[in-house]
């Protein structure tokens, strides 16, 4: 049973037609916490009554991504093989005798759905679930992404491009990592008096300037930030992020979908001179693993991602919730 679940943009990318490899019609949603109502023959982890998290991204534990420690994909997840069908290849969803597929195998947009094993990790029984359903997706995937994919170090310089609420949750990374300097960077002024509250040291909009933002930010800062975050999913983000960094040492971060089939191009020379460009799912965090002592951090008030909750409201009324985050308001 789906106690509680995020809107993130990625869900409006499945609906937008942006997200690879989906069928339709789907049930999306990917950022949820519930309740275990049953489970099947040879389940040990989880069990009635328990309250859990789902993600979108499965971990095994057999296969070789996930028998590497430094790896987070497993071989199981949909950009290797779709999860709009669950492994044995059924739907469990259908709408007037209709096959609805699934979403990341999870769908959390459903009051009730049937997922694997491997998607779902047993979290502390205090959690309050309308508030940890976000560490399934958002916030452990920027918080992550700077402290887990980038490594941020203390003392560095950072810029965050796009402050949704995966950006925000980088900001919070990028801060608790020690960052010196966290420069955020969105067109919408609206998202600045958070970003300051959750650690950002300086806001800007590329609207206010007349060349790009990518040489803003290298006179700000000498010579580039140590570590940029692409958290929007455009190509023309992408490329500023990483033309945003050190030339040589500068590491980006690319955290946004890019819509499937964009392609981006690149000036070698970016690359040439030493910057690295990596990506990141889910923050690079094991999610079974991760995921469990991450809510018991949350229990420790060792960060707060309740502050990036703007909206809540009942399942009724999401396309209320899908409304508000087009419109910039969450
Ligand atoms: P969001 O839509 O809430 O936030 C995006 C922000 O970018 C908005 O504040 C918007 O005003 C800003 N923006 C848009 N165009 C801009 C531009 N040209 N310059 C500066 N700012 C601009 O999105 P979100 O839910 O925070 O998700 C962000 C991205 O991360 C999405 O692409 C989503 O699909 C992706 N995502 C990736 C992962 C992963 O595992 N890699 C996980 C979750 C989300
Ligand atoms: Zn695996």
């Given at each position: 049973q789906i106690v509680a679940t995020g809107i993130c943009r990625t869900d409006d990318h499945v609906l937008e037609g942006g997200f690879p490899g989906i069928d339709f019609p789907v049930i999306p949603g990917h950022e949820g916490a519930g309740i275990v109502e049953s489970v099947g023959e040879g389940v040990t982890s989880v069990k009635p009554g328990d309250k859990v998290i789902l993600f979108g991204l499965p971990e095994c534990g057999e296969c070789s991504f996930c028998l590497n420690?430094?790896?987070?994909?497993?071989?199981?997840s949909h950009l290797s093989e779709s999860q709009c069908l669950l492994p044995d290849k059924t739907s469990r969803f259908t709408c007037k005798g209709k096959q609805i597929h699934h979403f990341l195998w999870i769908?959390?947009?459903?009051?009730y759905t049937v997922v694997p094993e491997c998607v779902v990790a047993k979290i502390d029984a205090a959690a309050p679930l309308d508030k940890v359903c976000l560490l399934g997706c958002g916030f452990a995937t920027g918080y992550g992404a700077a402290i887990n994919t980038a490594k941020v170090k203390p003392g560095s310089s950072c810029a965050v491009f796009g402050l949704g609420g995966v950006g925000l949750s980088v900001i919070m990374g990028c801060k608790a990592a020690g960052a010196a300097r966290i420069i955020a960077i969105d067109i919408n002024k609206d998202k600045f008096a958070k970003a300051k509250e959750l650690g950002a040291t300086e806001c800007i909009s590329p609207r206010d300037f007349k060349k790009p933002v990518q040489e803003v930010l290298t006179e700000m800062t000498g010579h580039g930030v140590d570590y940029s975050f692409e958290v929007i999913g455009t190509a023309d983000t992408l490329i500023a992020a990483l033309a945003s960094c050190n030339k040589n040492t500068g590491v980006c971060v690319m955290v946004g979908v890019v819509p499937a089939g964009t392609m981006v191009p690149i000036d070698p020379l970016l690359l040439l001179s030493g910057r690295t460009c990596k990506g990141t799912l889910l923050g690079g965090w094991r999610m079974r693993d991760s995921i469990p002592k991450l809510v018991s951090s949350y229990l420790e008030k060792k960060f707060n991602s309740d502050l990036l909750i703007t909206h809540t409201l009942p399942i009724a009324k999401i396309n209320e919730g899908f409304e508000l985050l087009r419109a910039g308001k969450r």
């Open positions: 420690p430094d790896s987070n994909y497993c071989i199981k769908s959390t947009f459903a009051e």
